[in-house]
């Protein structure tokens, strides 16, 4: 029998997430292995540098630059504040004093007597590291950060856009088929993770942002739905930083599809519990897919590792189709054949065949249109 390996998507009611939480830049990390943590823990902490402004001392003086330090009021390394005199000219006979104030609040760093310019930084900004979901520190990252590990369910979707939130679970729908309208969307949503079935309206983003749930989940959204809330087309870059108040993922794809049975009845059986979210999506190299995480009671046993993302294709597998015609059809291998087919394109490429949930059809993709639904 044939095997091989391919990218997998996580649809799991109990699986093992290793999330690695690391700074831009080096700092101080605040917890040790073994913490417990919950989502908003601060487990890491740094500055990053103020923008250095540059003022034009001489220049708004009318002096040479090597007499701008015999002129400054203030000195290397003090606190100033926006108004503050920085430098005063002799004026003539005493009056008519030229004056530089400063634009800026921040130290001063350094004074050319080149350019008679006197450099001003502004005050760094504070950077906290979370633990983004509830677990435990099972790695330190020496003046980085940690890895968080926990044990839950985990659905891993297609596409998204918006950051990292948590929130409560609430099944707005009553089925996998259904569109999340408006209308499903309630005054005391703040605060929640709703879950659609095929499909995400406009109207449904625009008044979950109005009441302040902070994640919608749905089978698809549509495209142009998505650029008018969003005010511009999505590329090909990573998604996930978008500034939006809440974060949306599709779980099969574009358009209108019903999100996969076992997703909606997963989610559905975790009502009411608290979940990680994240929409950040990347679809080159380096996959990064949009997540809801739902941490249990239970702890990782030490032997227990996390998904490496991938499984082996066998027959019986649960797949995804991510390409036309079948794109976000479900199916389970039923032959893994050992020899080139010519495709449609004219390329010559490893296929399978599997059979379709939907409809039982029995279809041939080439392997590399598909990802394994792992369980």
């Known amino acids: 029998m044939g095997t091989a390996y391919t990218p997998g998507l996580t649809v799991s009611a109990d699986h093992v997430v290793r999330k690695v939480r690391r700074l831009p830049l080096k700092g101080e990390v605040l917890v040790k292995v073994g913490d417990k943590v919950e989502p908003h823990t601060v487990i890491a902490r740094t500055e990053l540098p103020g923008i250095l402004q540059s003022v034009k001392v001489a220049e708004k003086l009318g002096v040479e630059a090597r007499d701008v330090p015999s002129l400054l ?6 606190k100033v504040t926006v108004g503050q005199l920085l430098a005063e000219s002799k004026g003539l006979f005493g009056l008519f004093k030229g004056q530089v104030l400063s634009e800026f609040e921040g130290t001063v760093e350094d004074v050319s007597d080149v350019t008679g310019n006197l450099l001003i930084r502004e005050p760094p900004t504070p950077i906290e590291m979370t633990a983004y979901v509830r677990g435990r520190v099972a790695e330190i990252i020496p003046e980085e950060g940690a890895v968080i590990e926990t044990r839950g369910a985990m659905v891993q979707g297609i596409f998204g856009v918006g950051g990292e939130r948590v929130g409560v679970i609430r099944v707005a729908v009553a089925g996998p088929n259904d569109v999340l309208e408006a209308s499903h969307v309630q005054d005391d949503d703040r605060g929640k993770v709703l879950i659609g079935g095929s499909q995400v309206s406009l109207g449904a983003i625009k008044r979950a942002e109005e009441v302040g749930a902070v994640c919608l989940v749905a089978g698809a959204v549509r495209d142009l739905d998505l650029t008018e809330y969003l005010g511009y087309d999505i590329g090909v870059a990573i998604t ?4 939006i108040p809440l974060t949306i993922i599709a779980t099969e794809g574009f358009g209108r599809l019903p999100m996969a049975e076992r997703t909606f009845e997963l989610l559905r059986s975790l009502e009411g519990k608290e979940a990680s979210v994240n929409g950040a999506t990347q679809i080159r190299a ?6 809801i995480i739902v941490p249990s009671d239970q702890e990782v046993d ?7 993302g991938g499984g082996v294709l066998e027959i019986g597998t649960p797949i995804r189709i991510i390409r036309e015609p079948y794109f976000g059809r479900l199916a389970t291998v039923t032959a893994l054949p050992p020899e080139l087919q010519v495709v449609e394109s004219g390329a010559e490429v490893r296929v399978l065949k599997a059979k379709l949930d939907d409809t039982g059809e029995e279809v041939t993709v080439p392997r590399a249109n598909v990802e394994i639904i792992s369980k």
Not at 240 to 243: A, L
Not at 286 to 291: A, F, K, N, T
């Open 73 to 78: 009021k203030v000195n290397i390394g003090d």
């Open 240 to 243: 996930g930083n978008e500034d």
């Open 286 to 291: 380096g996959v990064i897919r949009p997540e």
């Open 302 to 308: 030490a032997y227990e590792s996390a998904d490496t």
